[in-house]
């Protein structure tokens, strides 16, 4: 079978392929994959040397030579409007992905966080929409854990310096 052993980030092409890929679906380290060519379908298996994260436009390098491109496909999401800079400190206190933009941010269609936004004045609709939220602040990709990255000053493994508190309230 032929396998995909790297990734080749924001690839400008040619490509030979193209797999669509949700959310959830462009973190993987091992995965049997089927992308649409010019010619039908193919199967690849990616066996990536550590779980990762792929973003829209990104490829796959095939062990015969040939990129398949990635595409974040469309999936349902809540796209919000109303006091940006308070509604963001309340989703990334929850630690949910969130795309950023001038007017509005997205996120994954959360029923629970849904009604809390609403509450805080939100003004919310659904929508299907490719989702690219926001990478880590120390790279690319997600954050995993809560670690904020080798720079981690106050991660929760370790006691906060003198004067820094990290506590906050996890909601279900």
Request: a negative charge; charged letters at 25%.
């Amino acid at each position: 079978m032929i396998t995909a052993t790297s990734i080749v980030r924001n690839a400008p092409g040619p490509f030979q392929g193209e797999v669509s890929l949700d959310y959830e679906g462009r973190l993987l380290r091992r995965k049997k994959l089927s992308c649409t060519t010019d010619f039908g379908c193919a199967d690849f298996l990616v066996d990536l040397p550590e779980t990762t994260s792929l973003e829209d436009g990104d490829a796959f390098e095939l062990s015969d030579g040939r990129q398949v491109v990635v595409r974040a496909r469309p999936e349902p999401v809540m796209v919000i409007r109303g006091h940006l800079a308070r509604l963001a400190w309340h989703i990334g206190n929850r630690h949910t992905p969130c795309r950023i933009e001038a007017d509005r941010l997205i996120i994954r269609q959360d029923h629970v966080l849904e009604a809390m936004l609403r509450k805080l004045g939100a003004e919310i609709c659904h929508k299907d929409l490719p989702f690219r939220p926001e990478g880590g602040a120390y790279g690319h990709g997600r954050t995993f854990g809560h670690s904020h990255g080798p720079l981690d000053e106050h991660a929760h493994d370790q006691p906060p310096a003198e004067g820094h508190s990290h506590s906050h309230h996890h909601l279900a």
